[in-house]
């Protein structure tokens, strides 16, 4: 769907009005929902197609995934935890999750941030190093 520079703009102010000490209040964006349903203003499905694509955005920037071979212990945990609240603001909510594929190590990706030191990353960057 293509939407217009208006319901791109319009989409930002209510984005700018969701947020408040540069947190995204769910609450509020549900009121803001329930508004555009209700009065369907001009370009309705454009602002509610660029509302929920900003809304997405930040939510996925506050969102940290960290993948690890094993199970990570607790302290572990903390650590990643910690380092992540220092870089991002305590506002993140965390996904720990085992993936077996990664051969060793830890990957986290907070937005479109990935910090990548898996066993397999480092084995890719030797091959594609060695040409193979």
Not at 66 to 86: F, H, N
């Amino acid at each position: 769907m293509k939407v217009s520079k208006d319901a791109r703009r319009t989409a930002r102010q209510l984005f700018s009005l969701a947020t408040r000490d540069g947190n995204l209040s769910d609450d509020i964006v549900r009121k803001i929902i329930v508004k555009l349903r209700d009065n369907k203003p001009r370009n309705y499905g454009g602002v509610l197609v660029s509302f929920a694509r900003l809304v997405k955005l930040e939510k996925q920037r506050n969102h940290a995934l960290v993948e690890s071979a094993v199970e990570l212990t607790p302290a572990l945990r903390k650590e990643i935890t910690d380092g992540l609240v220092k870089r991002y603001g305590n506002q993140l909510t965390f996904e720990y999750a085992v993936n077996p594929e990664l051969l060793g190590g830890v990957r986290a990706k907070v937005g479109s941030d990935v910090w990548d030191g898996s066993v397999k990353a480092r084995l890719a960057n030797l091959a594609e190093t060695f040409g193979a």
